[in-house]
């Protein structure tokens, strides 16, 4: 398999066997560790690595080999649930995935130090992304590229909007599904250009390296000859999924047309070089917390002492039973 995949990277333009990035994904691990109930305003999930706590936004490497274009991606949101979960924090354990029926969001936390994990708030109240038939939660394994941000001073030249201020977000469509908090290997076959209330947020597509399907997609014409209909689908997904909350449908740069592997790769370039700049103070971070525990010549450089510190006095973890109602199915013309 691995000799396969090898070729298909090499086919796609990139010239370095996969051995290093097989390396990389059976040694590079992580723990985490939950604080606070689940589908709370107190949940957070914090990051380890090598025994210290780690920001996933800043301290888990983008490239899991850069020469065989091979990339980490963090997983936030499964494949079919739908509580809109974000990189805010990061932890010890491994939390057990959530039952396919139950869709939760989840998102990295910009704002807190060391950015956990936790549900996405608003107006008080933890999110949850609507059932929009005949799509379950969200449709692919939901997450971010570490060390990318999307400049909300930065005009992009094709979608002629600013960044979201955000990490740059990741659709890994291949069949498995992973777990909140998982960091996957992934190669990217694309990207569509959703814009979000004014904003540009890149959805970047991509696919785990370990997939079966992996050997054979190399790009967006792969998507459609070994997925038809599912491009057009993620389209329609993006496009309607805010509709149920009382907003209008999502617009998008480009006629809603996805862009080849090379145009994505310069996005996540350019947003990495971004990142850069914002971690390296050479840049206003905001109220992004850039606090970290491994980019040596960033001012941000916490000690794994002063990182311990950060994640003292959060929360035990607690059951918390989820409401029915927000398996609600939303039928949209």
Known sequence: ??????????????????????????????SLEEKGSLYSTDYRLYMKS????????????????????????????????NAKMEVYSYGLEVCPPLPPIYAHSSQIKLSEPLNPIMQDVKKGQVRFVKNCFPYHGYMWNYGTFPQTWEDPSHVDPDTRAEGDNDPVD??????????????RQVKVLGTIALIDEGETDWKILAIDVTDPLATQMNGIQDIEKHMPGFLKATVQWFRVYKIPAGKPPNTFAFEGQAK????????????????????????????????????????????????????????PTAPQPLDPAIDKWFYIE
């Not at 780690?54 to 997983?75: G, T």
């Not at 990741?170 to 960091?183: K, M």
């Not at 070089?273 to 941000?300: F, M, R």
């Open 1 to 30: 398999m691995w000799l396969q995949l090898a070729r298909s990277l090499r086919r796609s333009g990139c010239v370095q066997c996969v051995k290093s990035s097989v390396f990389s994904q059976r040694t590079m691990a992580y």
């Open 50 to 81: 090598g025994g210290r706590y780690i920001s996933p936004f800043h301290d888990i490497p983008l490239y899991a080999d850069r020469e065989s274009c091979v990339f980490n991606m963090l997983v936030e949101i499964p494949r079919w649930t």
């Open 170 to 183: 990741v659709c890994e469509i291949g069949q498995r599904v992973w777990a909140r908090g998982d960091v």
């Open 260 to 315: 080849d592997r090379d145009f994505a790769h310069r996005v996540v370039n350019e947003t990495h070089e971004q990142w850069k700049k914002l971690v390296g103070k050479h840049c206003d971070p905001g109220p992004i917390s850039c606090a970290n525990t491994t980019v040596a010549d960033s001012p941000y450089l916490k000690t794994a002492k002063e990182a311990g510190v950060l994640v003292k006095g959060q929360p």
